[in-house]
């Protein structure tokens, strides 16, 4: 005779029910369910004499000899196929380092407001301004689009605009200075805190503004003030389109643990170069819809002003 047995096996059948199975009580009454369990060597000795006295249940010997351990624990169904993970003897996460890696820290605590007051400008223009983003989108790509809005309007003088470039300042003084840190550039006499970023902040809002004003004169002097007018409003849209492409690189520059900072500066380059090649393009294009104009004055306006500071910005990077 088997030396498993169930002690309600002749005073109450046990319905093998789904819910006794997995879970260990019977859902509609709520009654603790046996289980079969294997005996001890010790146990099954002092369980044999009643078993050869022809005594059928389990219960009966132990009246005489010791009382069965009752297990009411849930009963879960054995799979030889699954697989189970033993969390007191480890894990499948292995350490790659021996011990604690020391966070490089590049990001002051005057940058993380800084970037959020950009992102809040831009998050502001595109609720409160949508259909002036829409346009200027639309625009980017849609040369007619831009003769049209510098011709209705005067599009730099509007709050929005104004709101735009001074967070594209931000934005190219923040991946200047990201940039100079680690490359390691050295600047007479400024240090690599807020007085850094400072510099940066003054040098592009001096280039640029130096710039707007040098076309306006170039305008003025060869009776060009509506291509002028197209060229800088360009400049100003292609600007704040590297901007905003340009936070996200920014933000993992700061604060990027696991991304190479090489690879971040190296695909910010090449998107602000992208941006002033795009901005070459645009000004040929510019250029040829002027009649009489010379190809050659063309040409040497564009390599003084959009293709040496585009030689100047990948030298410095690379």
Same mark, same amino acid.
């Given at each position: 005779?088997?030396?498993?047995?169930?002690?309600? @096996?002749?005073?109450?059948?046990?319905?093998?029910?789904?819910?006794?199975?997995?879970?260990?009580?019977?859902?509609?009454?709520?009654?603790?369910?046996?289980?079969?369990?294997?005996?001890?060597?010790?146990?099954?000795?002092?369980?044999?004499?009643?078993?050869?006295?022809?005594?059928?249940?389990?219960?009966?010997?132990?009246?005489?000899?010791?009382?069965?351990?009752?297990?009411?624990?849930?009963?879960?169904?054995? @799979?030889?196929?699954?697989?189970?993970?033993?969390?007191?003897?480890? @894990?499948?996460?292995?350490?790659?380092?021996?011990?604690?890696?020391?966070?490089?820290?590049?990001?002051?605590?005057?940058?993380?407001?800084?970037?959020?007051?950009?992102?809040?400008?831009?998050?502001?223009?595109?609720?409160?301004?949508?259909?002036?983003?829409?346009?200027?989108?639309?625009?980017?790509?849609?040369?007619?689009?831009?003769?049209?809005?510098?011709?209705?309007?005067?599009?730099?003088?509007?709050?929005?605009?104004?709101?735009?470039?001074?967070?594209? @300042?931000?934005?190219?003084?923040?991946?200047?200075?990201?940039?100079?840190?680690?490359?390691?550039?050295?600047?007479?006499?400024?240090?690599?805190?807020?007085?850094?970023?400072?510099?940066?902040?003054?040098?592009?809002?001096?280039?640029?503004?130096?710039?707007?004003?040098?076309?306006?004169?170039?305008?003025?002097?060869?009776?060009?003030?509506?291509?002028?007018?197209?060229?800088?409003?360009?400049?100003?849209?292609?600007?704040?389109?590297?901007?905003?492409?340009?936070?996200?690189?920014?933000?993992?520059?700061?604060?990027?643990?696991?991304?190479?900072?090489?690879?971040?500066?190296?695909?910010?380059?090449?998107?602000?170069?992208?941006?002033?090649?795009?901005?070459?393009?645009?000004?040929?294009?510019?250029?040829?819809?002027?009649?009489?104009?010379?190809?050659?004055?063309?040409?040497?306006?564009?390599?003084?002003?959009?293709?040496?500071?585009?030689?100047?910005?990948?030298?410095?990077?690379?």
């Amino acid at each position: 005779m088997s030396i498993f047995q169930d002690s309600t @096996h002749q005073t109450q059948p046990a319905l093998a029910t789904d819910s006794q199975r997995v879970f260990g009580t019977d859902s509609l009454i709520r009654r603790p369910v046996r289980r079969m369990v294997p005996m001890h060597a010790d146990t099954a000795r002092h369980f044999l004499p009643g078993l050869a006295h022809n005594q059928d249940s389990i219960g009966d010997s132990t009246q005489e000899q010791a009382d069965l351990q009752l297990f009411t624990s849930p009963i879960v169904p054995q @799979h030889p196929t699954t697989k189970f993970l033993d969390l007191y003897k480890g @894990h499948e996460l292995q350490p790659t380092n021996d011990g604690p890696v020391i966070r490089k820290d590049n990001s002051p605590d005057w940058l993380f407001p800084i970037l959020i007051l950009v992102i809040f400008v831009f998050t502001w223009l595109r609720i409160f301004y949508s259909k002036y983003f829409s346009q200027m989108i639309q625009a980017l790509l849609n040369n007619n689009l831009t003769n049209q809005i510098v011709r209705d309007e005067n599009i730099l003088v509007q709050r929005a605009s104004v709101f735009l470039s001074v967070a594209f @300042h931000l934005t190219g003084a923040l991946f200047l200075y990201l940039v100079s840190i680690h490359l390691g550039w050295e600047i007479g006499g400024i240090g690599t805190g807020f007085s850094r970023f400072l510099f940066f902040a003054i040098l592009v809002t001096a280039v640029y503004s130096f710039k707007f004003l040098f076309l306006k004169i170039c305008g003025w002097l060869f009776d060009l003030d509506r291509e002028m007018a197209t060229y800088t409003f360009n400049v100003f849209l292609i600007n704040n389109a590297v901007g905003i492409v340009l936070v996200p690189i920014i933000a993992l520059l700061a604060y990027n643990q696991w991304l190479s900072t090489s690879s971040l500066i190296y695909t910010g380059a090449i998107l602000v170069s992208l941006g002033l090649l795009y901005r070459a393009v645009r000004g040929v294009l510019i250029g040829f819809s002027v009649p009489g104009f010379s190809f050659l004055y063309l040409i040497l306006f564009l390599l003084t002003f959009e293709i040496a500071p585009l030689l100047v910005f990948v030298r410095l990077i690379l």
